[in-house]
């Protein structure tokens, strides 16, 4: 799977990435309080970032982007699911709670706490072998999904490494530990009478199924925030970021 922003900047020039730089609040290395340096920076990142920067080619962070998203069966459900034209709203209103960075000369780790109201997830699916209140599903539609009340844990794990011109960051995994007070399912297809039936059981337990597909989710989130940060890190040299 891949993010169209995952290759937006290579044709970035020098001077190109020095204007793109100057969009955002810098915290230097040796800063003993970079910590809440970075948690001010990242807020205002987002902010900038939300609507994307055409000036630069990067695009809108309203929707991130997905192409196709696969789901193997795994217990306790046993389905097969595939996502494709995923896009995931509003993770650029996210609050930075808490920030954590270490940085080496070969090492890069970043651990953020962040909270968001409200998140949201649509995209056109395709379900196999797939029973909701003793209807089959499988087949073809369009899945919209919510999480209110999300509170996630998200690690940046990298290495610093040199390339052409200087040093960069390229984060290798990224963890999500997330969680939500509230999970809203809707499906739509051509079939209306099931799609009510599916919903309206999908309203009543999405709740109770939460815990059992929740880390689906924190898989292709963490994908969307590995592709992101890599879209920025993968052509700003280090010493730029961090001086």
Same mark, same amino acid.
């Given at each position: 799977?891949?993010?169209?922003?995952?290759?937006?900047?290579?044709?970035?020039?020098?001077?190109?990435?020095?204007?793109?730089? *100057?969009?955002?609040?810098?915290?230097? /290395?040796?800063?003993?309080?970079?910590?809440?340096?970075?948690?001010?920076?990242?807020?205002?990142?987002?902010?900038?970032?939300?609507?994307?920067?055409?000036?630069?080619?990067?695009?809108?962070?309203?929707?991130? %982007?997905?192409?196709?998203?696969?789901?193997?069966?795994?217990?306790?459900?046993?389905?097969?699911? /595939? =996502?494709?034209?995923?896009?995931?709203?509003?993770?650029?209103?996210?609050?930075?709670?808490?920030?954590?960075?270490?940085?080496?000369?070969?090492?890069?780790?970043?651990?953020?706490?962040?909270?968001?109201?409200?998140?949201?997830?649509?995209?056109? =699916?395709?379900?196999?072998?797939? +029973?909701?209140?003793?209807?089959?599903?499988?087949?073809?539609?369009?899945?919209? =999904?919510?999480?209110?009340? =999300?509170?996630?844990?998200?690690?940046?794990?990298? %290495?610093?490494?040199? !390339?052409?011109?200087?040093?960069?960051?390229?984060?290798? *995994?990224?963890?999500?530990?997330?969680?939500?007070?509230?999970? +809203?399912?809707?499906? !739509?297809?051509?079939?209306?009478? /099931?799609?009510?039936?599916?919903?309206?059981?999908?309203?009543?337990?999405?709740?109770?199924?939460?815990?059992?597909? %929740? /880390?689906?989710?924190?898989?292709?989130?963490?994908?969307?925030? +590995?592709?992101?940060?890599?879209?920025?890190?993968?052509?700003?040299?280090?010493? %730029?970021?961090?001086?």
């Amino acid at each position: 799977c891949a993010l169209p922003i995952s290759a937006v900047l290579l044709s970035c020039t020098v001077f190109c990435c020095a204007d793109f730089i *100057d969009k955002f609040e810098v915290c230097k /290395r040796a800063d003993p309080d970079i910590n809440n340096c970075l948690k001010s920076a990242m807020q205002k990142a987002l902010v900038t970032l939300k609507n994307g920067l055409p000036e630069f080619n990067f695009p809108s962070m309203e929707p991130i %982007k997905i192409l196709v998203w696969d789901i193997e069966p795994s217990p306790p459900l046993h389905l097969t699911k /595939r =996502y494709e034209n995923v896009e995931m709203y509003d993770h650029a209103a996210t609050e930075i709670q808490d920030v954590n960075c270490k940085i080496t000369d070969k090492d890069f780790l970043l651990e953020i706490k962040g909270y968001n109201p409200k998140i949201k997830f649509v995209s056109d =699916y395709e379900f196999v072998d797939t +029973l909701f209140a003793n209807v089959d599903v499988s087949g073809l539609g369009k899945a919209f =999904y919510e999480h209110e009340g =999300y509170s996630a844990f998200i690690t940046f794990n990298g %290495k610093i490494e040199p !390339k052409d011109n200087g040093n960069y960051i390229t984060i290798t *995994d990224v963890q999500v530990s997330m969680n939500a007070t509230h999970f +809203l399912m809707n499906y !739509k297809t051509d079939d209306a009478e /099931r799609d009510n039936v599916v919903n309206e059981f999908a309203h009543h337990n999405a709740d109770t199924l939460f815990p059992l597909v %929740k /880390r689906d989710y924190e898989i292709i989130y963490a994908e969307a925030y +590995l592709e992101l940060a890599n879209a920025i890190f993968s052509v700003i040299p280090v010493d %730029k970021l961090f001086p």
